[in-house]
């Protein structure tokens, strides 16, 4: 543990360098020549073990930082020319993603849990740990709402117009300057104790967001957290909290449809490379971004996301992708 600490800083600037590197012109115009993954079905191309690994990465390291692990996930992979991983591995590896962050707050969600069920057996229900709780299945339901009815009416959603390159940049864009909007008016003067369960409804509904890709599920909620006045550091850490059964959700549908459609057996090493692969950089971004939020603004998640939309609508203008 005190070496993932020790290196984390490393680990995660070596990896927004790379993040960085994948949307340089010099990687868009190299599409041709690129590897391509197989045969897609779909929509959704097949994933070796190499790319899942990368894949993984991507996803570790851009699902709590709040600049769309969905937008990555999608643009990157278009960029490499190995096309679109699809829905259903894009929210299968997210699973590596809940591990990482059960894993980190685990001491938070003990304590969450334990205060709740001491609280309805006392009917102490000014508890702040019973009202946490609440707050957080509240917070739930409306992005369940949401991907309950995409799941019902849009059948094809792996090529809806929603996941087009040009709308995950046009999100991108718009969602960076919310949050940019959200630094400059929120009064960041309160913390995690004075979180409360109508927080957990407002920041669900903002949650529910996500749906569309480029939005950012970790964006639009710390965004939220910001515009009530949550200091940086416990939107943040709301947000993760608030995301693990959203995310868990998502990944056990997605996992459970793949597997009634019978999995290739050849998909199998690659899930599996993803989920590790994601399971580590989630952690080490989570505690990376924790830190940094204690110390500095949002300000760099604000420029990077007008840049990466601005880099992708370049992109397709020009006809590289």
């Known amino acids: ?131 946490l709780a609440v707050g957080i299945a509240v917070g739930t339901i409306p992005i369940v709402i949401f991907g309950l009815g995409i799941k019902a009416f849009v059948p094809d959603f792996d090529n809806s117009p929603i996941r087009s390159m040009p709308s995950i940049a046009i999100a991108s864009i718009v969602m960076g300057l919310l949050l940019g909007l959200a630094e400059r008016l929120g009064s960041q003067k309160r913390n995690f104790g004075d979180l409360t369960a109508k927080d957990g409804i407002l920041i669900g509904i903002a949650q529910a967001l996500a749906i569309i890709p480029g939005v950012s599920r970790s964006g639009s909620t710390i965004t939220a957290g910001l515009f009530i006045n949550l200091d940086r550091a416990t939107a943040a850490r709301f947000s993760f909290l608030l995301g693990i059964p959203a995310i868990t959700l998502a990944g056990l549908v997605e996992l459970k449809d793949l597997i ?18 994601s399971a580590i950089f989630s952690y080490l971004a989570i505690a990376w971004l924790i830190d940094f ?28 992708i």
Not at 261 to 271: C, E
Not at 293 to 307: C, D, G, M, P, Q
């Open 260 to 277: 009634d459609a019978g999995i290739d057996s050849s998909q199998t090493l690659s899930i599996v490379a993803g989920l590790i692969s």
């Open 1 to 131: 543990m005190n070496c993932l600490k020790k290196y984390k800083s490393v680990v995660l600037g070596f990896g927004f360098g790379l993040l960085a590197s994948l949307v340089l012109p010099l990687s868009i115009a190299s599409n041709s020549a690129a590897t391509t993954v197989g045969e897609t079905t779909g929509g959704a191309s097949q994933v070796n073990v190499w790319q899942a690994i990368v894949l993984g990465f991507v996803q570790g390291a851009t699902e709590f930082i709040p600049i769309s692990s969905t937008a990555h996930m999608k643009a990157i992979p278009v960029f490499f020319g190995w096309g679109d991983p699809g829905v259903a591995f894009t929210a299968i590896i997210q699973l590596g993603s809940i591990a990482a962050v059960l894993w980190y707050f685990w001491s938070d969600l003990t304590q969450i849990c334990q205060g709740m069920f001491k609280a309805i057996a006392k009917s102490d229900y000014d508890s702040q740990d019973f009202w």
């Open 293 to 320: 939020l204690k110390r500095r603004s949002t300000w760099v998640f604000v420029w990077y996301r007008i840049a990466f939309g601005i880099v992708i609508l370049a992109a397709v203008a020009l006809g590289w």
